[in-house]
């Protein structure tokens, strides 16, 4: 009894037992988690605690008109199973062939055609696509099959000059007409690819058939004429100028001097270089009648005639 009046002395108290109606105390909640008391009295448990909500996540905004579709989306799948079916039944370009490329021709001067012709050079051959462009100062003749286009020329009907004067008789008498290309301007021209050739006369004189005759400006001085006995029809250039011819085959030549005539067919004649006259003989009963005399360069046609 002293121990108890001793303790209760310096403030000890001893915890009153616990009767069977007595709930002992819970401990004490935190203020957050304390109940509450209804206006009735009746002690109620505080609501759960809400978990945080997220933060919203970042929205990437796209500029309007550049909005990119994630790969793999449909838009993707549809795309590339339908390639392949579009391609094959897209047209196929139509394959056009090369157009050849345009050659333009440089006259040939006359003795290197000969020379070529004996056999002494090669001449060249001018390619498809070839062409020659004919300038015209007053006047020009070209064959209406030969040309292909003009500018700044007018057009006559051609006729035949004889002794220095024109007659009525068309030059290149039959088909296709010759024309006269009068004022300054140019022609371009072609024959046949490999079967024609414009030659450059440099103070040279030239014979040659008319019918093999396409074009001659106006630099060449030139007479219309025929082998006497026979009627092959002749034109007869001088002077500077160029004279294109056509070809049914590349010529050969043939060198004439006055101790050696040659002899030909009119069939296979294509015309002369130089100082020879042509002549058709009297009573000949020999395969080639045309007798070719003097100083210069026959040429003969290799073709079929």
Known sequence: MNLVRGLKAAGF????????????????????SAPSRSPSGILTAPPPASAPRPAPAATLVEPMGT???PAGTMVDVVATELAPALELSAPAAPLLPEPPALTEVVPLPLVGFVTSRLGLEVAPLLPDGAALRLLVEEEAHLR????LAAAGVGWEPAYRRMQGRRTTDPLGKGEPAF??????????????????????????????REDRVLAFDGGVSWEAGA???DGLRLLQFRGRGCVVLELDAPP?????????????TS?????????????????ATAPLPLSCEGDGVMLFSLGAV
């Open 13 to 32: 108290h001893s915890q009153p037992p616990s009767s069977p109606g007595m709930t002992p105390l819970a401990p004490q909640p935190s203020p957050s």
């Open 144 to 147: 209406a099959d030969a040309v």
């Open 67 to 69: 909005a990119v579709e």
């Open 252 to 264: 050969a030549a043939l060198k004439v001097t006055a101790e050696r005539p040659a002899t030909v």
């Open 267 to 283: 069939r296979r004649l294509l015309g002369w270089v130089g100082r020879l006259v042509m002549h058709r003989q009297r009573g």
């Open 227 to 229: 082998i006497p006995g």
């Open 179 to 208: 024309f006269r290309a009068v004022g300054t301007g140019e022609v371009w021209l072609a024959g046949a690819p490999g079967r024609w050739v414009a030659l450059a006369l440099d103070d040279d004189v030239l014979y040659v």
